[in-house]
């Protein structure tokens, strides 16, 4: 009987750690909306989830249009960043803005798109302690 409980215990405390340090990007993503710069219009958030590590990269892609200003931010439990970058790839994966600079994280980015086409977002982690975050992109003619 004391195998027992100990036992349905030990799974309780395993369960209970688990469910705790699961990443909460939906609320993350949803916080970072109203934080866009002034006169920018939400397009679309991003959840950022690293599996606590396991994965390196978090990648998405979205069509940018010529002429158009285009900004991403980052929003994590810790401040500013907790070591997540975001990085944009235009359609030939070359880099054409990121968010650390100088080795300092900066929160968000903007890029004045000069050529229509697939973009690549891609959030990676330097340091980070939780792997978990959320984005959101915005634009502006």
């Given amino acids: 009987m004391k195998r027992l409980a100990f036992f349905i215990l030990s799974v309780a405390l395993l369960t209970s750690s688990e469910a705790m340090s699961q990443c909460n990007a939906d609320n993350l993503s949803t916080a970072c909306i109203p934080k866009l710069a002034g006169g920018f219009n939400f397009l679309k958030s991003y959840k950022i989830d690293g599996a606590g590590g396991s994965k390196d990269k978090v990648e998405y892609s979205y069509v940018f249009t010529k002429g158009t200003q ?3 931010n980052i929003c994590a439990n810790a401040q500013p960043t907790d070591g997540i970058i975001v990085s944009l790839f235009d359609s030939n994966r070359n880099k ?3 968010s650390k600079v100088n080795g300092q994280f900066i929160s968000a980015i ?3 798109c000069n050529a ?3 973009y690549y977002i891609q959030y ?3 340091g980070s302690s939780g792997y978990c975050g959320g984005s959101a992109l915005g634009f502006k003619r």
């Fill in 70 to 72: 285009y900004m991403i």
């Fill in 96 to 98: 054409v803005a990121t």
């Fill in 110 to 112: 903007a890029y004045p």
């Fill in 116 to 118: 229509t086409g697939i």
């Fill in 124 to 126: 990676t982690f330097d």
